[in-house]
């Protein structure tokens, strides 16, 4: 059963619970003084497990049935009768387990009261839902029902973890490779919506822009033939030759229609800082000849030469060898559903299954774990809006855009996520991330002042500032090295782009 190609989502929440095992009255910690919640009571003669599964189950089934979003499959026959959406079966409906991953931060058991209660690491997955409205309000109310009957946080070791889909069917591969390619290249800005827990050399969402096969220089042919080599066949190739190579153009200057301008200036955002260890890690095992001649044992290659080589690629498993690592770990941007098993049905005794068949989603896995149910709603919206962004536009402008997100790279004062959620219409779910980041900084927003221009950031002086755009980038980007021998400069289409279109914004 075909869905049309509308986009779809799940949510996988991390968090931890306080659970107590009988009904002596105990003090109330500090940080739930003013929580509607109360522990979990676990009975006697019930696991932890069981009590949970059961409990929260039950709340969320209740919560669910009054605010029941637009499923993409439910349980029964819809799901038995069609091949097609075996991977869903155990995405019909909400589930709660455990997960491992999700510990107390350090030193939480010395706060006051807090000691009193066991704490135990929950996982809450959303079932695979259309992007709408009902949709989303079906999670938020979820969310709710959760902080208002228990005590519930996410501690820094959570994520929350963002599933996106075209419903049952696999994502088209034209759009999954321009998904990746926009992805790869906003990487680096992206990353300033999550906090640094998130952007470190962490196993859990390692930067593809900075740690993937393709930052370290793997072209397209040798990553074919890896696939080819693990699985004794050639993918199916499904190369769209309708389009065109992108040509690295400056596009004029942007004029947008309704501006928001956030309260972090320009430059004041970190992203991601380089780890030398890691970088090396994801060396092992290449050679500098079958590399790209871009490439460098020092740093990853240039988004445009990695963006071009990735919109080259003419399948799916190779797209997602490229923007995978060639060790254990998950990047922030999980095509993994792409590699190996896409489009073959799983058999268990040789014999086609229901019960392990492999999602069909990109997974986005950086953002950090919250509670707060605009949050996940705002950071959901993003992550569907700009894949679905990447899916639609042309392919002129998305490259345009890609050289953008380049310059953003190498001169956060420049450009940011600020200015790439604007641009793609994601204005309010920018004002709510932009609250969230405050508060995690310690900043209040009063009501009304987000989104302000009186909080405009200035403009440098266009001349000088792009004489410091080309020497930056040359300096950056060129000469690049594969060992320790210089193979060519810095692209001069690069320098001249990014020179000309920073003198063109800072103008315009």
């Not at 990853?300 to 190779?318: F, G, H, K, Y």
């Not at 779910?429 to 221009?453: L, Y």
């Amino acid at each position: 059963m075909a869905t049309d190609g509308r986009s779809s989502f799940g949510v996988e929440l991390e968090m931890m619970i306080a659970i107590k095992r009988d009904t002596k009255e105990l003090p109330k910690p500090y940080m739930f003084h003013s929580s509607p919640g109360a522990p979990l009571l676990v009975p006697a003669g019930e696991s932890t497990r069981a009590t949970i599964q059961r409990v929260l189950g039950k709340l969320i089934e209740d919560t669910a049935q009054n605010h029941m979003g637009d499923r993409v499959a439910t349980d029964g026959p819809d799901i038995d009768f069609d091949m097609n959406s075996w991977h869903l079966r155990d995405y019909t409906d909400w589930t709660v387990a455990r997960d491992s991953s999700v510990s107390l931060p350090e030193g939480f058991l010395d706060l006051p009261n807090v000691n009193a209660y066991d704490w135990t690491d929950v996982e809450i997955k959303s079932p695979a839902l259309f992007a709408t409205d009902k949709s989303y309000d079906e999670v938020r109310h979820v969310i709710q029902a959760l902080t208002n009957n228990f005590w519930v946080f996410a501690p820094e070791s959570a994520g929350l973890h963002i599933h996106y889909g075209r419903g049952r069917d696999w994502i088209p591969f034209v759009d999954l490779r321009r998904i990746g390619t926009f992805f790869f290249a906003a990487d680096p800005i992206v990353c300033q919506l999550h906090p640094q827990t998130r952007r470190i050399a962490n196993s859990f969402c390692i930067s593809n822009r900075l740690y993937s096969q393709i930052a370290h220089g793997l072209p397209a042919k040798e990553a074919g033939e890896r696939v080819t080599r693990r699985n004794g066949e050639a993918p199916e190739e499904e190369y769209d030759p309708n389009i065109p190579a992108p040509q690295p153009e400056p596009r004029p200057v942007f004029e947008r229609g309704e501006t928001f301008t956030s309260i972090f200036r320009r430059g004041g955002l970190d992203g991601y800082i380089l780890s030398r260890p890691e970088f090396q890690r994801g060396l092992e095992g290449l050679s500098a000849a079958r590399l790209l001649p871009q490439a460098s044992f020092a740093g990853p290659i240039d988004i445009p030469t990695a963006a071009q080589e990735l919109l080259r690629v003419t399948n799916a498993p190779t797209l997602a060898t490229m923007l995978g690592v060639n060790y254990i770990g998950r990047t922030a941007y999980n095509f993994t559903a792409y590699g190996d098993n896409y489009r073959v049905f799983a058999t268990a005794l040789g014999i086609d299954s229901q019960f392990i068949q492999p999602k069909r989603t990109i997974e986005f896995r950086q953002p950090a774990g919250t509670l707060e149910a605009d949050e996940v709603v705002a950071h959901t919206k993003i992550a569907v809006g700009l894949a679905d962004y990447a899916s639609k536009v042309d392919i002129a402008d998305l490259w345009k855009m890609i050289l953008d997100l380049t310059n953003a790279e190498l001169h956060g004062d420049w450009y940011d996520v600020f200015d790439l959620l604007s641009e793609v219409n994601l204005i309010d779910e920018a004002r709510i991330i932009e609250r969230q980041m405050a508060n995690q900084r310690g900043i209040e927003i009063k009501q009304g002042i987000e989104g302000t221009q009186g909080l405009a950031r200035p403009r440098l002086r266009p001349a000088s500032r792009a004489a410091e755009v080309a020497d930056r980038v040359r300096e950056i980007v060129g000469p690049v090295v594969v060992g320790d021998v210089p193979v060519r400069a810095a692209p001069r289409y690069l320098v001249a782009t990014v020179a000309s279109r920073a003198w063109r914004r800072f103008i315009g």
